[in-house]
């Protein structure tokens, strides 16, 4: 892939600090379905700890984007279904662990009522573009 190129502050446009606004590709495109807090047995991590469920699904996404032969580096979108806003400060500290501050892709956080059972407070889908 080239290097994506990331804009925080397109012209007109208030600067964002926690995302990019519009990153740029040239590759191979990768959609990673939304992810939970499910280790690999399927088994719950984190019942009422939104840190536990971000760590998780960081771990989740990671594997998944090696799977298709790419990495956080190659990450141009990620989308965050969050149960309650007060669970960000935890996703992105699990972003930090992987993403660097001068490398963050484009990105959409959203609450929703509920996610596909009680239990889990957040998920997070994410786009990469890989390879030229």
Known sequence: MTDPTRITAPDGVAPA??????????GRFVAVSGQLA???????VGEGDPAAQARQVFENLRRCLAAAGATFEDV?????????????????????????????????AVQVAALVAPQF??????????GA
């Open 17 to 26: 600090a926690q995302y990019s606004h519009v990153v740029t590709a040239t």
């Open 121 to 130: 407070l957040l998920e997070v889908e994410a786009f990469a573009v890989v």
């Open 76 to 108: 141009v979108k990620l989308t965050y279904f969050v149960t309650d806003m007060a669970y960000l400060p935890a996703v992105r500290a699990a972003r930090a662990a992987h993403m660097p501050d001068d490398r963050l892709p484009a990105s959409s």
């Open 38 to 44: 499910l280790d690999k047995a399927g088994k719950l």
